[in-house]
C-alpha cells in the first residue's frame, strides 16, 4: 500500500479540483483488464450515466487494479477516497458476512435460478446489508460460473486435486472447498497468479473463463475443466460517504 500513496495523493488532490469546479465526477476502480465483458459493461454504466445526466454526473474509470487491489479500493471507499467499485462477492464477504452464502458451490440450479435470486427479495437484501459498513451495493454482474485450471493434467475428479497447490481468492468458503476435495487452497492476488502459475508457485486456480482468457493465462495453463463448481456474482458498489452527498434525482441515474 505504501508504494501506492504518492499516486494516491495526487488522485485526492484531483479530486478536490474536480469538486471545486462544480462538476460532479465518480471514480470507479476496479482489478480487471479492459478487454473483460464486465469492463465493457462498466464503460455502459459510464455511458448511460453521462446521458442520463446531461453530462452533470460522471464515471471516471480506473481499470486493471491501478488504485489497488479489490481489499485495498474496498478500503478506499469505506473511507470516502473512491466513490464506486466492482470487486467479486467473494472478496466482499470479508467486509459484507451475509455475501458468503454466494460463494456455497452448487448453489445454483441453473443461470435462470442464479438471476431469480439475485434480482429478487434476497438478492436485494443482501445488496443492503452493506450500508452499515459503509458499501452500499447497486447490483450484480454475472460473474460466470468458476473451473479448475491446471499447467499439469486435467481435473476429473476430486482425487486429482491432491498434492496441488490451486490459487483461490482470500475468501474462506474458497479455501473450504478446495482443501475438503484435497487440494492445497493458496489465496494470492489475482495480478500475481499468471507469474506463480509460469514459475510453479501454484499448480493452477479458478476461474471463469472470460477471466482466464482476458488474463492470458491459457497461456500457462494447459488444462481446464468445465466443472462450474461455484458461481459467485461480481458486486457493483458505491461508498456512502458518496451515495449521501448525491441528490434524489442523481441516486435515481446512478440506479
Known amino acids: 500500500m505504501l508504494k501506492r500513496l504518492p499516486i494516491l495523493l495526487l488522485f485526492l488532490v484531483f ?5 471545486e469546479s462544480g462538476e460532479k465526477v465518480l471514480y470507479l476502480a476496479h482489478t480487471l483488464p479492459q478487454t473483460h465483458p464486465v469492463h465493457k459493461g ?3 454504466f459510464q455511458e448511460v450515466l453521462a446521458k442520463k445526466s446531461g453530462n452533470t454526473l460522471k464515471i471516471k474509470v480506473f481499470p486493471d ?3 489497488g ?6 478500503e478506499l471507499l469505506q473511507i470516502g477516497s473512491v466513490a464506486i467499485t466492482k470487486v467479486s462477492a467473494a472478496t466482499l464477504s470479508n467486509f459484507v458476512p451475509e455475501y458468503h452464502v454466494l460463494g456455497i458451490p452448487y448453489l445454483f440450479k441453473n443461470k435462470q435460478h442464479q438471476f431469480d435470486v439475485l434480482e429478487g427479495p434476497v438478492g436485494k ?3 443492503e446489508k452493506g450500508s452499515k459498513f459503509w458499501l452500499r451495493g447497486l447490483c450484480y454482474y454475472d460473474a460466470g460460473s468458476r473451473s479448475f485450471y491446471t499447467s499439469s493434467k486435467a481435473i476429473r475428479t476430486p482425487d ?5 497447490k490451486i490459487r483461490v481468492m482470500n475468501n474462506q468458503m474458497a479455501i473450504n472447498m478446495v482443501n475438503a476435495m484435497g487440494g492445497s487452497a493458496t489465496p494470492m492476488a489475482y495480478g500475481e497468479l499468471y507469474t506463480a502459475i509460469q514459475q510453479g508457485v501454484v499448480d493452477g486456480a479458478e476461474n471463469n473463463p472470460p477471466s482466464f482468457v482476458s488474463s492470458n493465462h491459457y497461456e500457462v495453463s494447459k488444462y481446464y475443466t ?3 463448481h461455484s458461481a459467485v456474482p461480481d458486486v457493483l458498489l458505491i461508498s456512502t460517504k458518496y451515495w449521501e452527498k448525491l441528490s434524489e434525482q442523481e441516486r435515481q441515474w446512478v440506479e
Request: hydrophobic share 40%.
Open 15 to 19: 479530486i478536490s479540483c474536480k469538486e
Open 42 to 44: 462498466i464503460l455502459k
Open 65 to 67: 487494479g491501478q488504485l
Open 69 to 74: 487491489s479489490e481489499r485495498e479500493v474496498l
Open 125 to 127: 437484501s443482501i445488496l
Open 160 to 164: 486429482d486435486l491432491k498434492g496441488l
Open 226 to 228: 468445465i466443472d462450474e
